[in-house]
């Protein structure tokens, strides 16, 4: 632990301290190969909402929907929470693989490790060896710190981490809501091509199945929250009567 010192110079250690481990975060960021709403892509402000609406699904405790400084509270919890998805896309994958070796022959496993398709998966070791270096860096670091700031780090990091999801399927994320808002995002185009909500609502259904998505009401207050309007039938046209007299 670091020895008592004056405020000023505690500010500027922990300023230091957090703006390291924001750099090491953020240079991960182009390592991972897949993202749900890829860079560049010229889509509606409710598809960003979207996306902002699953990163507080995925990081709640890291609270990435408000505008807030970096703490030494709110960095453990981005940081748990990313080391925590980390460990549970690294079992998926893993039982994804040992699944495949029960039915694979040699020549399918060589073809399948030669196609473009696996090819990223390599990003996405880089992603989590990356994930596993900076989290050593952080929690190494946070003795380094104040008595305050390292037991708010280690206590924001461990609740996050502990909200690892236990299986693999997208419902098993989060809150039943999650899984609507990535099929929205995915398939934005799709969506934002429908004529109604009501439409929308039978696309879900469909999808996943009613007891699922609910009643319509519940549809329509979630393009209310995301600000998805669907542009009202107008009214039919009308043909003029000439009377004469």
Request: net charge positive; charged share 30%.
């Amino acid at each position: 632990m670091v020895q008592e010192l004056h405020n000023t110079d505690l500010k500027e250690h922990r300023t230091k301290w957090l703006k390291r481990l924001a750099d090491e975060y953020i240079k991960l960021e182009p390592l991972l190969p897949f993202k749900l709403l890829p860079e560049g892509e010229d889509c509606p402000t409710w598809a960003t909402r979207v996306e902002q609406e699953i990163g507080a699904v995925m990081l709640p405790h890291a609270k990435v929907k408000e505008e807030m400084s970096m703490t030494p509270q709110r960095m453990g919890a981005l940081l748990g929470h990313e080391c925590g998805i980390a460990v549970w896309m690294m079992e998926f994958f893993g039982q994804q693989s040992a699944a495949e070796q029960g039915f694979m022959s040699k020549e399918l496993k060589k073809e399948k490790k030669e196609t473009p398709e696996t090819a990223g998966s390599s990003g996405f070791e880089k992603w989590y060896a990356g994930m596993r270096r900076l989290a050593k860096i952080a929690l190494c670091s946070s003795v380094d710190q104040s008595f305050e700031d390292m037991t708010d780090f280690l206590l924001a990091f461990s609740k996050a981490f502990a909200c690892k999801p236990k299986a693999g399927a997208v419902g098993d994320i989060g809150n039943p809501t999650f899984e609507i808002f990535v099929f929205m995002l995915i398939r934005w185009r799709f969506v934002a091509g429908l004529k109604s909500v009501r439409e929308l609502h039978d696309v879900l259904v469909r999808f996943f199945g009613p007891h699922r998505i609910g009643e319509l009401k519940r549809i329509e207050k979630i393009c209310q929250r995301i600000g998805l309007h669907y542009r009202k039938p107008g009214r039919p046209k009308t043909t003029a009567i000439i009377q004469t007299p």
